[in-house]
């Protein structure tokens, strides 16, 4: 799968079976999982079934007021989780089949999946603190 890289936006060619083995950028050579990806079509449903740890996905918008405000506590948790989880992040304008597929009704929605599955949904954003707390029931 293509990973675009949260630091220099450079696309990486992932074998997603290898999720576990902290990979680096091949163009600014950061590391590409302690922030959150950017989730699409292409790659979610790999990363979903692939990872070794819980995903958390966040579906947001550009447009969201509370999905701006959130995005900060998003971004803190993934660098806190490093290794314990992989954050993800799917705009639901990009991505309107994604977020059909996985019925969000209003944003911003997190999601957690193990193995594939979805363990739990929160609808609403929470002050950093509070959701480092519920993902902590997770990772």
């Known amino acids: 799968m293509i990973v675009a890289c949260p630091h220099c936006h450079a696309g990486n060619r992932l074998d997603a079976t290898r999720l576990g083995d902290a990979p680096n950028c091949g163009a600014c050579h950061a590391p590409l999982l302690n922030a959150p ?19 958390v996905v966040d579906f947001w918008a550009t447009w969201c007021g509370p999905c701006q405000s959130f995005a900060p ?11 314990k989880a992989l954050f993800v992040k799917v705009d639901t304008d990009a991505e309107q089949a994604l977020a059909a597929q996985y019925k969000v009704r209003s944003i911003p929605t997190i ?29």
Do not use: C, I
């Not at 363990?119 to 929470?126: F, I, K, N, S, Y």
């Open 111 to 139: 999601a957690v999946f193990d193995g594939g599955n979805e363990l739990e949904r929160l609808a609403g954003a929470l002050p950093s603190g509070q959701f480092k707390a519920w993902l902590m029931q997770f990772v």
């Open 73 to 83: 506590a998003f971004a803190a948790a993934a660098e806190a989780f490093v290794g």
């Open 37 to 55: 990806l950017t989730g699409t079509a292409d790659n979610l449903p790999e990363l979903l079934r692939h990872s070794q740890v819980p995903v």
